[in-house]
């Protein structure tokens, strides 16, 4: 079978075992005992397809305001997010913004700071994709027809220049612990131009980018119940009320509070499921 199950009461959650084109990470969850879904989304270095199957669709509130959505596309945001729907059934598919760029047909910079509609990303196919997937029986027919369906869309000729995969790599396995200054001479490139080039294939800047890969290493450490001031230290703060304001900025909470937030069911099910695959690897 092509997904690995993580019964519990309440909810039917199924993570892909063979990953989608370019390496996308696929997940899928059903609301089964009607609790419902309401998440405060953090930042996180990655972009983010969630795409609903059901009869119910997505309330996402975001930096932008609120809409109702059958499905969405959501860039490296800053701010943080809410997520709400009665009865979900979705699809989220998580990606790198090197691979958005060939499989979404927009650079990731398009995306703009909040939620896009499927539809509006994909017109028509959108709708198709969500009957198809609503017709599905098993987990395993709803990962193929995701899988089917990003193969469709992948372009393998969009891709960031040489230097910019480069560099967002070095922010990835440095943890943001990186010098932009630093990273840009040693890509040949001045800093306006690695700060301009990057923000437009990446969809933030170098510094942005590394704060948000920093910060999702702290979280790491936060949610393995870990004292605030030994994760600032670790993961490259100055210390710890420099860890607050950076979970401030992504999280729109304090370290404490933010731990709360993974205690749904559903969420706990997410965050295992995404766990290292994006923040530390290049």
């Not at 972009?47 to 609120?66: H, K, L, P, S």
């Not at 119940?225 to 703060?237: E, K, L, N, Q």
Request: aromatic share 8%; proline share 4%; glycine share 10%.
């Amino acid at each position: 079978m092509d997904f690995g199950r993580e019964p519990e009461v309440g909810w039917d959650f199924a993570r892909a075992a063979v990953a989608g084109p370019r390496g996308a990470a696929i997940i899928g969850y059903r609301d089964v005992g009607g609790a419902g879904l309401d998440l405060r989304v953090a930042g996180t270095a990655a972009v983010t397809v969630v795409i609903g199957f059901g009869d119910r669709e997505v309330i996402v509130d975001d930096a932008v305001g609120r809409r109702t959505l059958a499905g969405f596309v959501v860039g490296l945001p800053i701010e943080a997010m809410r997520v709400r729907c009665a009865r979900a059934e979705c699809i989220e598919v998580r990606l790198s913004p090197i691979q958005a760029y060939s499989l979404l047909g927009v650079s990731p910079a398009d995306l703009g700071r909040g939620v896009v509609g499927l539809e509006d990303l994909w017109g028509s196919r959108a709708r198709r994709l969500r009957e198809q997937l609503a017709a599905a029986r098993a987990w395993d027919q709803r990962f193929a027809v995701t899988k089917s369906f990003l193969a469709q869309c992948d372009r393998p000729m969009r891709t960031p220049d040489p230097e910019v995969l480069a560099g967002w790599n070095h922010i990835l396995t440095s943890r943001g612990q990186v010098k932009i200054g630093e990273l840009a001479q040693s890509l040949g490139w001045s800093h306006k131009r690695l700060g301009a080039r990057f923000e437009s294939q990446i969809g933030l800047s170098p510094k942005r980018t590394a704060m948000l890969v920093r910060f999702r290493h702290a979280v790491d450490g936060l949610l393995a119940g870990r004292p605030a001031a030994d994760v600032a230290v670790d993961s490259g703060y100055t210390d710890q009320a420099h860890l607050c304001r950076d979970v401030s900025i992504f999280a729109d909470r304090t370290p404490g509070a933010l731990t709360t937030n993974y205690l749904p069911t559903i969420a706990r099910h997410r965050y295992r499921a995404w766990g290292e695959f994006f923040q530390y690897r290049a």
